[in-house]
């Protein structure tokens, strides 16, 4: 296990030790989810006394530590999903605003001291969890073209020329979280663990794909944000020329 002693959680000296992983494991348990045993991907537990956000599964990597060191002083405040019925539509617009401005200052974040490449930080293999089961298409991959071999590998035709942008990759409602507050306002946007350098397109595609179980997000509201408040965060792609090219890979692989 690799601990992190400049995280904040050392800083200001919350308690000796971070609880065991038992005792995360249990208190998921006591809740009685229906996700909160499941290997893969358990529900987060949350811990308000000492201020943590836990994460944890198979499939949860180091680099999202590393990508996003970050502990909830606000354990009070909301996600999106828990607050979008009650948003009036100039709250709900000026929330798409601030998420804007963020998903374009991230999308500038180069590949630091690497050459280009499409892969998660530190020239890892993209963490994509459509591509949990298909480990040889996650790279890196990298060259003077580094987008054309994700998408000869993933057999997504696309003729353009594709740059590579820094996405997060699972922009959805309960990953964003809104201050506490009567003015809605974001505080923050969490779960990067599948980030990294991937072709333009993605970010749009893979927000429009992934659809929220009914009880975080009901069926009116995902299709209000799928179709009319997405494109207002992200700039929607092509649907002939990027989506569909995009969606037969995620049908072909069965995922």
Not at 39 to 52: A, H
Not at 148 to 159: K, L, N, R, T
């Amino acid at each position: 296990m690799e601990i992190f002693p400049e995280s904040s959680f050392f800083k200001e000296r919350r308690a000796p030790a971070l609880p065991t992983p038992d005792e995360i494991r249990a208190i998921n348990k006591a809740t009685g989810g229906i996700r909160s045993t499941n290997f893969n991907r358990p529900t987060p537990v949350i811990v308000p006394s000492l201020g943590l956000v836990v994460k944890y599964g198979a499939d949860v990597a180091i680099v999202e530590a590393q990508i996003q060191m970050m502990v909830h002083k606000q354990l009070q405040d909301r996600t999106l999903a828990e607050r979008w019925p009650s948003m009036n539509e100039n709250e709900r617009r000026y929330v798409c605003e601030e998420l804007k401005q963020m998903v374009n200052a991230w999308r500038t974040l180069e590949h630091g001291g690497h050459d280009h490449f499409i892969g998660s930080l530190g020239k890892r293999p993209l963490n994509e969890i459509f591509l949990r089961n298909h480990s040889a298409l996650a790279g890196p991959f990298q060259g003077a073209d580094t987008v054309q071999p994700v998408q000869a590998s993933c057999d997504i035709d696309i003729d353009l020329e594709v740059a590579s942008v820094f996405t997060h990759d699972d922009l959805v409602p309960c990953n964003i979280i809104l201050l506490s507050g009567p003015v809605p306002k974001v505080a923050a946007v969490i779960d990067w663990g599948q980030a990294g350098w991937y072709p333009t397109y993605w970010e749009f595609c893979k927000a429009r794909r992934v659809t929220l179980l009914p009880k975080y997000f009901d069926s009116v509201s995902q299709e209000e944000w799928h179709n009319t408040y997405l494109p207002m965060i992200i700039y929607p792609v092509d649907e002939e020329t990027y989506y569909y090219p995009w969606l037969w890979f995620v049908l072909s692989k069965g995922i």
